[in-house]
């Protein structure tokens, strides 16, 4: 059964509509990867499956169970995590208390079991060191390494990704890559949107592309890739980039 | 793995409290060693320093920017009235019950008022202070729109002797304060806590973490109001009189009051404790310049905004996040130098 699953979900700001008519699922244990232009409606479907925004129409299910109309905290106590693209850090709590707060009220453990797998993630996600810097001082890089680790430290079901490889240098990026192979090896599911599509490769299963808030293909990764429809759209990204 | 802790104390925090421990002893003496005159400022400094923390629990933690707690002032000063008037209880037992009717009252205000955001929500909540207002001033029993004093009777049952009553009455006022203030601390130590800092720094992603928003917030709003209404029954029992104007007062119980939380800094447990003496040591200098004062105390609060922001305590906190209360939890045995 899907643990993850989107049919017929629609939504529209006034005229324009960012999400139109979008049906995918999601496995078990699988990592599926979204690409599709800037502006195509990829983060607000984020948005509508962890029930920030509300959807027109369509429903979401978690492992069968009809979430669509539950607010957002509970989806993540029910296991669904997210990073954000643009950081949201709480900036004046330290990088430890951040990935606490996940751990405390997304995964609800215990002090000294949260205190244990906060101090194991952020060893994982090579913050450990700067455990006691307040977040609102990181660069954008922290930030975006601390939006993975506070998401891990709500021991989430299914994972949502959204751009956290960009502007990563080859050796931090192929430790991302590692980190979340290590991640998927426990079970964990993964929606991952990416523009850095050669660190997408290396960890999804299937691959589904986004334009206009429709879903326009899916399936193997190499051959969405190699798809005529998806190069034209993949390297009008590279130009605009 | 290297052999790591986490711990909640720094030598910062373990001094302060100690510190803050030797102070309260010396303040709990106050009867011994101040004069009457004094005794009462003091009184005053311990209930404005509950209040602005009940202030910034409410706005600087669960961003619920009330310009209405005077509606709780003065509730609570109108039930203590008319518990020890009508019902006949003693002062002592009369502000607890005045809290906890407080409270009860408060959570039907919220779940009315939280269908506001921002400005709607500060001005819905200066709206309630006003029905309050004006519905004890309907209430012919409690002196109406002129207000009333408390009897003899009742505050003799305090205690016989004048001497006696200033020190019972400023002892509640350091009683509620510390009250008051380790109700915050307490609240901010524990796992809710967390939750509630969290908003205070980001709400989206606080819900996106698994944090229930409204519901933290109400019972913060309910807690806050329970104890404001604490506070304004022990201040109407230190003036043995009662208006509806001066009980529900938005200059006297709230402008003053965000004042104190904008100069200390926001959003920390420390800011308002320090903001409440810079206000009293303005107050005590200046006052007799009379529309001096008053400009003073505006140019202070315009330079605070340009130049600390985040107020005094937020210069002093800086990006090290020092802090006198042992709230945050750090990380021990990193090999990097500073922990």
Not at chain 1, 95 to 106: K, P, R
Not at chain 1, 220 to 232: C, G, L, Y
Not at chain 2, 25 to 49: N, S
Request: hydrophobic share 50%; with cysteine; net charge neutral.
């Amino acid at each position: 059964m899907a643990i993850l699953e989107l049919s017929g979900v629609r939504k529209a700001f006034g005229a324009i509509t960012v999400a139109d008519d979008q049906s995918w699922s999601l496995e078990e244990g699988e990592a599926l990867g979204v690409i599709g232009p800037n502006g195509a409606g990829k983060t607000t479907m984020f948005n509508l499956v962890t029930g920030t925004l509300p959807v027109d129409g369509g429903t979401i299910r978690l492992s069968g169970e009809d979430i669509t109309q539950w607010p957002a905290a509970r989806r993540c106590r029910a296991g669904l995590a997210r990073s954000f693209q643009v950081p949201q850090p709480f900036g004046g709590m330290t990088i430890f208390e951040n990935a606490f707060v996940a751990a405390t009220q997304g995964a609800g453990l215990g002090v000294d079991e949260a205190e244990a797998l906060c101090l194991d993630v952020l060893d994982r996600t090579g913050l450990l060191r700067k455990a006691n810097t307040m977040a609102g001082g990181l660069t954008l890089l922290e930030r975006k390494r601390l939006e993975l680790a506070r998401a891990m430290c709500a021991r989430p079901r299914v994972l949502l990704l959204d751009e956290i490889a960009g502007g990563l240098t080859e050796h931090e990026c192929k430790s991302l890559i590692e980190t979340i192979n290590r991640l998927r090896a426990t079970g964990i599911s993964i929606v991952w949107i990416e523009h850095v599509v050669h660190a997408l490769l290396a960890v999804v299963d299937r691959l589904i592309v986004i334009d206009f808030g429709r879903k326009i293909a899916e399936g193997e990764p190499r051959a969405i890739m190699d798809s005529r429809e998806v190069r034209e759209i993949y390297l009008g990204i590279e130009a605009d980039a | 793995m290297r052999d790591l802790s986490v711990s909640r104390s720094t030598p910062a925090s373990t001094l302060a409290m100690a510190a803050l421990g030797a102070a309260l002893l010396v303040m709990f003496a106050a009867p011994w060693w101040a004069g009457r005159a004094e005794l009462r400022l003091f009184g005053e400094i311990f209930l404005y320093m509950s209040l602005a923390t009940l202030w910034n629990f409410l706005a600087g933690y669960a961003g619920l920017v009330s310009v209405g707690q005077q509606a709780y002032v003065g509730l609570g000063g109108y039930m203590f009235f008319a518990a020890t008037m009508f019902w006949g209880l003693n002062p002592l037992l009369a502000l607890p019950v005045a809290a906890l009717i407080g409270a009860a009252i408060s959570a039907p205000v919220a779940a009315l008022i939280f269908r506001l955001r921002g400005a709607y929500f500060a001005i819905g909540t200066w709206v309630v202070a006003e029905v309050f207002l004006l519905t004890f001033a309907q209430v012919t029993s409690l002196g109406g729109g002129s207000g009333t004093s408390l009897p003899v009777g009742v505050v003799k049952g305090l205690s016989e002797s004048r001497d006696g009553r200033e020190a019972l009455i400023y002892w509640l006022a350091l009683g509620i304060a510390v009250l008051v203030v380790g109700a915050v601390f307490a609240f901010l130590r524990s796992r809710r806590g967390v939750a509630l800092t969290a908003i205070r720094d980001n709400e989206l992603a606080a819900k996106s973490l698994g944090i229930d928003i409204w519901w933290t917030k109400f019972t913060v709003y309910v807690v806050t109001a329970g104890l404001t209404t604490l506070v304004g029954g022990l201040i109407f029992l230190q003036k043995l009189r009662i208006s509806p104007d001066a009980a529900f007062s938005v200059n006297d119980w709230t402008a003053v009051v965000i004042f104190i939380v904008v100069i200390g800094g926001i959003g920390t447990l420390e800011g308002p404790i320090l903001g409440t003496l810079v206000y009293f040591a303005l107050r005590e200098t200046l006052a007799d310049y009379g529309t001096i004062y008053l400009i003073a105390l505006g140019v202070v609060a315009i330079a605070v905004m340009l130049f600390a922001p985040k107020g005094l305590w937020g210069l002093i906190r800086g990006h090290r996040g020092t802090e006198l209360f042992p709230l945050s939890r750090r990380v021990r045995g990193l090999t990097e130098k500073g922990q």
